[in-house]
Each structure stands twice: as C-alpha cells, then as structure tokens.
C-alpha cells in the first residue's frame, strides 16, 4: 500500500483525531501530526519561502533594505508632486 493511500484512510477514519488548521489538514498519531495535507499553491508559495530563508546573502539584502526604509525620510503627497515636477 502507498504512503499516500495510507494517509487517505486515515485521513478518512480518523476525522475525530484531525483538524483544519487555516487551509491545511492535519491528523494526528497519538500527540504529533501524522500528516498533514495542504493545496498545491501553498506547498509553492511554502517551497519558495524556504528557499528565501535559506539563502543568506538574500536575507541580508531583505534586511539592509528594510534598514533603509526605516531611516528613510517620509513625505507628504504634496511634497512629491513638487519633487515630481521640478524636472
């Protein structure tokens, strides 16, 4: 038997032991999920995070940018119109 018919069948008896967390499914084996199912799009979006967190010169550009926008001088929309024309 496949793991993944495994899990359907659990995932099908075992509706008293699992819950919907947001838009994932998860069943549980005593304490710990057993598994845990969730839409394509998440599982992407999940994978392309990761991927993000896991690469530190990345990291470090996110964070010197987000450095930059805090110390970044703020101005009104009248302000920017003007600085918009003056070329």
């Not at 793991?3 to 032991?17: K, P």
């Not at 392309?48 to 805090?70: H, P, W, Y």
């Amino acid at each position: 038997m496949t793991n993944l018919r495994v899990v359907t069948e659990q995932l099908a008896a075992s509706r008293s032991r699992s819950t919907m967390r947001k838009r994932c499914y998860a069943t549980r084996a005593d304490v710990r999920p057993a598994a845990v199912v969730l839409s394509a799009d998440d599982l992407e979006f999940l994978e392309e995070t990761l991927e993000v967190l896991g690469n530190n010169t990345l990291m470090a550009d996110i964070r010197e940018a987000l450095t930059n926008v805090e110390d970044a001088a703020v101005m009104t929309r009248a302000e920017a119109l003007r600085l918009i024309t003056k070329r």
